[in-house]
């Protein structure tokens, strides 16, 4: 393990979910419209809305790959044709994986004084809910619970779990968010994509929604939007591709096509205004990678030098001032610094994920060339202050 002269804070941590992570605390007569379990061809499937969810594909988490078995396949230094057989061998599930005592003990090992904590699971199943939105709403408010009773919303001040928000309901959202807050809780994660709603689809910066970031504004707390399934499959189909959301699924134009959610939730954002009226409130993307903010400032840099009118303030310092990066590690971290600062990459190891890193820390190896004073910042302040009150 890397020794440091600060304390060092990861952005993106997981938990695996117990297996009653969306039912220990549904309402049973929403019970059958949610996530319910099933034995399909001798293998224990996941059923969302009455359907087969392949969005994990072993939803159980027993056993799960060893952590950053695929590092080298995401760094394109070790290709391969069966992403199966790249996993390698897997594992019984260790016991920090699902218990916030056992992870604590794993932090002090690793050389972790604090963590944002994301679900694994849950990052996928808004999309799965969305025609029933009823459900959606009974589903997360059972999973947000589930996360309290097992890790705590704020365990100790140093595991931060993020609760779940979904505008599809603004009511509902306030409701959850007020609740969440009584809890103590620094951090909620979002689903990058438009909302659904009975006359269409509205866009995250619709004033509708104003009742919501008022109260994220006031509290000071953080949002994320950590990657999952954002509902852009349905783009796939245009293309002929299927539209189901597959973790690990690979197809050549999938991965060549230009569709970017992260960037599109955070343009929904700046132009609808939410920052401009609400100048409290810090978002921060998290497993989204890089890549798309250097075209996301060239559009708006156009967009501004064509309608100043149309902006409050230049949307590029917009971006710099509120929203806060994590990276992939492969990514130009340089280029990145160079558009948003230093004071405003987060370090994320995706623990203990297959495709992040085995020792967290070890994401100081991809800092090379940054000074001492942005390695603190990147790798420590940057992401403790994002669990600090705003006031």
Same mark, same amino acid.
């Given at each position: 393990?890397?020794?440091?002269?600060?304390?060092?804070?990861?952005?993106?941590?997981?938990?695996?979910?117990?297996?009653?992570?969306?039912?220990?605390?549904?309402?049973?007569?929403?019970?059958?419209?949610?996530?319910?379990?099933?034995?399909?061809?001798?293998?224990?499937?996941?059923?969302?809305?009455?359907?087969?969810?392949?969005?994990?594909?072993?939803?159980?988490?027993?056993?799960?790959?060893?952590?950053?078995?695929?590092?080298?396949?995401?760094?394109?230094?070790?290709?391969?044709?069966?992403?199966?057989?790249?996993?390698?061998?897997?594992?019984?599930?260790?016991?920090?994986?699902?218990?916030?005592?056992?992870?604590?003990?794993?932090?002090?090992?690793?050389?972790?004084?604090?963590?944002?904590?994301?679900?694994?699971?849950?990052?996928?199943?808004?999309?799965?809910?969305?025609?029933?939105?009823?459900?959606?709403?009974?589903?997360?408010?059972?999973?947000?619970?589930?996360?309290?009773?097992?890790?705590?919303?704020?365990?100790?001040?140093?595991?931060?779990?993020?609760?779940?928000?979904?505008?599809?309901?603004?009511?509902?959202?306030?409701?959850?968010?007020?609740?969440?807050?009584?809890?103590?809780?620094?951090?909620?994660?979002?689903?990058?994509?438009?909302?659904?709603?009975?006359?269409?689809?509205?866009?995250?910066?619709?004033?509708?929604? =104003? $009742?919501?970031?008022?109260?994220?504004?006031? &509290?000071? %707390?953080?949002? @994320?939007?950590? +990657?999952?399934? !954002? #509902?852009?499959?349905?783009?796939?189909?245009?293309?002929?591709?299927?539209?189901?959301?597959?973790?690990?699924?690979? =197809? $050549?134009?999938?991965?060549?096509?230009?569709? &970017?959610? %992260?960037?599109? @939730?955070?343009? +929904?954002?700046? !132009? #609808?205004?939410?920052?401009?009226?609400?100048?409290?409130?810090?978002?921060?993307?998290?497993?989204?990678?890089?890549?798309?903010?250097?075209?996301?400032?060239?559009?708006?840099?156009?967009?501004?030098?064509?309608?100043?009118?149309?902006? !409050?303030?230049?949307?590029?310092?917009?971006?710099?001032?509120?929203?806060?990066?994590?990276?992939?590690?492969?990514?130009?971290?340089?280029?990145?610094?160079?558009?948003?600062?230093?004071?405003?990459?987060?370090?994320?190891?995706?623990?203990?994920?297959?495709?992040?890193?085995?020792?967290?820390?070890?994401?100081?190896?991809?800092?090379?060339?940054?000074?001492?004073?942005?390695?603190?910042?990147?790798?420590?302040?940057?992401?403790?202050?994002?669990?600090?009150?705003?006031?």
């Amino acid at each position: 393990m890397t020794e440091f002269s600060f304390p060092v804070f990861d952005s993106d941590n997981h938990y695996y979910e117990a297996e009653d992570a969306f039912t220990r605390f549904i309402d049973p007569k929403m019970a059958k419209r949610c996530m319910q379990w099933a034995e399909v061809n001798g293998k224990k499937r996941l059923l969302v809305g009455g359907k087969i969810n392949r969005f994990i594909p072993n939803p159980t988490f027993d056993p799960v790959a060893r952590p950053g078995s695929l590092d080298d396949y995401f760094r394109g230094n070790s290709p391969t044709d069966d992403i199966v057989a790249a996993f390698g061998e897997l594992e019984p599930i260790p016991a920090a994986y699902r218990d916030r005592d056992a992870r604590v003990a794993l932090m002090d090992e690793q050389n972790l004084a604090g963590m944002l904590m994301f679900p694994t699971l849950g990052v996928g199943m808004e999309s799965s809910l969305e025609h029933d939105v009823p459900a959606m709403l009974a589903a997360f408010r059972a999973f947000n619970r589930w996360v309290e009773d097992d890790w705590g919303l704020n365990y100790k001040d140093r595991l931060y779990s993020a609760a779940y928000i979904t505008l599809a309901d603004v009511d509902w959202a306030c409701e959850e968010l007020d609740w969440a807050i009584d809890n103590g809780v620094r951090l909620v994660n979002m689903r990058a994509n438009s909302v659904v709603d009975p006359q269409g689809r509205r866009a995250l910066g619709h004033p509708s929604h =104003d $009742p919501y970031w008022k109260k994220v504004n006031d &509290a000071g %707390i953080t949002v @994320a939007f950590h +990657s999952g399934d !954002a #509902g852009y499959a349905f783009m796939n189909g245009h293309w002929g591709l299927p539209t189901e959301f597959e973790a690990f699924r690979y =197809d $050549p134009l999938k991965s060549l096509l230009t569709t &970017a959610p %992260i960037s599109d @939730a955070m343009a +929904s954002l700046i !132009a #609808g205004g939410v920052f401009d009226r609400f100048p409290n409130i810090r978002v921060a993307t998290i497993e989204n990678g890089s890549e798309w903010v250097g075209s996301l400032f060239k559009k708006m840099r156009k967009a501004y030098s064509q309608h100043k009118n149309a902006f !409050a303030q230049d949307p590029s310092e917009t971006f710099r001032k509120h929203i806060w990066v994590a990276p992939y590690y492969e990514d130009d971290l340089f280029g990145l610094r160079d558009l948003i600062g230093a004071d405003h990459i987060l370090f994320g190891s995706d623990f203990p994920h297959a495709e992040g890193l085995a020792d967290p820390t070890a994401f100081v190896n991809d800092l090379d060339g940054f000074t001492d004073a942005e390695i603190e910042k990147i790798m420590g302040t940057n992401g403790a202050a994002l669990v600090v009150p705003q006031t």
